[in-house]
């Protein structure tokens, strides 16, 4: 086997379960974060062509596999097959230019969310705070928080995660993208849970990317994402979905400071809702914005000065 017939053979497998495009993404992602497909020069198979996006350099024929890489490669695909995500058969996702680690104690990191560190980013910048403190609460793999301080390396980092699992991620993410020197604090608890506030100073920014899926929408969600990504994080009562939006709210009124900033990722069909009850709470230049898509994913919401 080559490197080329492997992409193929990927391709033929997954195309009934993802459609040949996602098909062809995945295969893409498995040989190059795997096999290290792109410091290979590669061919299809007897064709003398260059296989689209993955050959830089001149078609020439990879050498064969070994009987290990051929191995490796059938396990793999015999999950994909199966429906789990990609990024849990490899262990790691690529977010804003860094690989996190993941597992399924933790979400998946998105496009969209990565849209909403870039708007944080923006206001830090134009901020000019030189060491903002700035809290993740739902932390996951860490991919908000360690990723603006990866970007802004001043920045002072908390975080607040309930699931043990999710928070030895978390920390691991820290250790391997900050550095084993780099400071941050990192809290395991609950938001609702007042008693857990006091262990936060004030704050410049508050950041999450809370559960905002009802479960009554649970049937229409895609197969791959309820099997595998953890519901804890995933979804919210019926009753009150947007009750983490209304406790992380008032944590926030507590804990920013004057002209301090609170940024939600939210669910698209009630993106609005979530704005009206910032509003409601008396946050100041509260703005609703869209992803690529066109969907109203973010809401940021300041502090007024007093």
């Known amino acids: 086997m080559t490197t080329a017939s492997a992409y193929s053979f990927l391709i033929q497998q997954l195309s009934p379960r993802y459609g040949p495009g996602e098909a062809a993404a995945i295969a893409r992602i498995v040989l190059e974060d795997v096999f290290g497909a792109e410091g290979r020069r590669w061919t299809v198979d007897g064709g003398g062509q260059t296989v689209d996006g993955l050959s830089a350099e001149a078609p020439v024929k990879a050498e064969g596999w070994t009987a290990t890489e051929v191995e490796q490669l059938k396990n793999i695909t015999a999950r994909l097959i199966s429906g789990e995500p990609v990024q849990y058969v490899l262990g790691q996702a690529d977010f804003f230019g860094l690989k996190f680690k993941v597992n399924p104690a933790v979400l998946i990191p998105r496009q969209e969310t990565e849209e909403l560190v870039a708007w944080i980013l923006e206001h830090l910048k134009n901020s000019r705070i030189e060491h903002p403190a700035v809290l993740d609460i739902g932390l996951g793999s860490g991919c908000i928080g360690l990723t603006l301080k990866k970007k802004f390396p001043g920045l002072q980092l908390f975080g607040l995660e309930k699931s043990p699992a999710a928070l030895e991620v978390a920390t691991e993410n820290a250790r391997r993208i900050l550095g084993e020197d780099a400071t941050f604090q990192f809290v395991e608890g609950d938001v609702f849970d007042y008693r857990v506030w006091v262990k936060f100073p004030f704050l410049d920014v508050v950041a999450s990317n809370p ?47 004057p002209c301090g900033a609170l940024f939600f990722e939210c669910n698209e069909f009630n993106a609005g809702e979530v704005a009206a009850l910032l509003q409601e709470k008396g946050f100041v230049r509260v703005e609703l914005r869209k992803d690529l898509a066109g969907a109203e994913r973010m809401v940021c919401g300041m502090v007024a000065r007093h």
């Not at 905002?212 to 919210?236: C, R, W």
């Open 211 to 257: 559960p905002y899926i009802p479960n009554v929408q649970k049937s229409i969600m895609p197969e791959h994402v309820t099997a595998h990504e953890p519901a804890l994080a995933l979804f919210v009562d019926d009753e009150d979905p947007l009750s983490f939006y209304r406790v992380i709210a008032d944590f926030s009124l507590q804990k920013l400071k």
